[in-house]
């Protein structure tokens, strides 16, 4: 069963740096793209961008482009998504999830990380 | 304000059919990006719903499809059934955002 799994939420101030992952299984990860994806609270789906393991070709959605890092190390088939320097209006769920090409769909979903900033 | 647009709610009784719109531009659908659809129930992930502007996955019900035609997307669903109730996106790519991702602001759907 191809799954992927997110790991947990976290609660940080602003200014602290963060750095939560997605974990690939029952697939080759280096041959799928991975994309991060973000939802505020109450709001809809942003896409923010996406990494082929296989390579580290990156791409990022503009609003997003030196906002945060996404990497990934297919030894361990864990993608990451991480900020240098949180803002309260980082508060979201981040979820992760696959695509077979750069274009296409995403399928499956990770469960969603919930990140809280506040002071 | 999202690059798709889709209408905010639709609501339907049960067993009617409905139909969620998505409306994009020549830099995105209308550029011949595949739309894509996903179904977000409260306060779960996102499940895809249909990839492919038409397609279905395996274990989707056939009362969903979707449909494509110029700048704009359509899902319908017939036979609605209380289960329905939830969040539907659409979902395509725009070359004028360096070939990135976009999502449409999301449709809650109601069922009476």
Redesign the interface.
């Known amino acids: 069963e191809v799954q992927l799994v997110q790991s947990g939420a976290e609660v940080k101030k602003p200014g602290e740096s963060l750095k939560i992952s997605c974990q690939g299984s029952g697939y080759s990860f280096t041959n799928y793209w991975i ?1 991060w ?1 973000r939802q505020m609270p109450g709001k ?4 923010m ?2 990494i082929y393991p296989g390579d580290s070709d990156t ?4 609003s997003f482009q030196g906002q945060v890092t996404i990497s990934a190390d297919k030894s361990i088939s864990t993608a990451y998504l991480q900020w240098g320097s949180l803002k309260a209006s980082d508060t979201a769920m981040y ?1 992760c ?1 696959r695509q077979t090409s ?11 990380t919930l990140v809280t900033v506040s002071s | 304000q999202s690059v798709l647009t889709q209408p905010p709610s639709v609501s339907g009784a049960p067993g009617q059919r409905v139909t969620i719109s998505c409306t994009g531009s020549s830099s995105n659908i209308g550029a011949g990006y595949d739309v894509h659809w996903y179904q977000q129930l409260p306060g779960t992930a996102p499940k895809l719903l249909i990839y492919g502007n038409n397609n279905r996955p395996s274990g989707v019900p056939d009362r969903f499809s979707g449909s494509k035609s110029g700048t704009s997307a359509s899902l319908a669903i017939t036979g609605l059934q209380a289960e329905d109730e939830a969040d539907y996106y659409c979902q395509s790519y725009d070359s004028s955002l360096s070939g990135s991702g976009v999502f449409g602001g999301g449709t809650k759907l109601t069922v009476l």
């Open positions: 994309g994806v809809g789906l942003e896409w961008g996406i791409r990022y959605s503009p979820y999830a750069s274009i296409n769909w995403f399928d499956p979903w990770g469960q969603g």
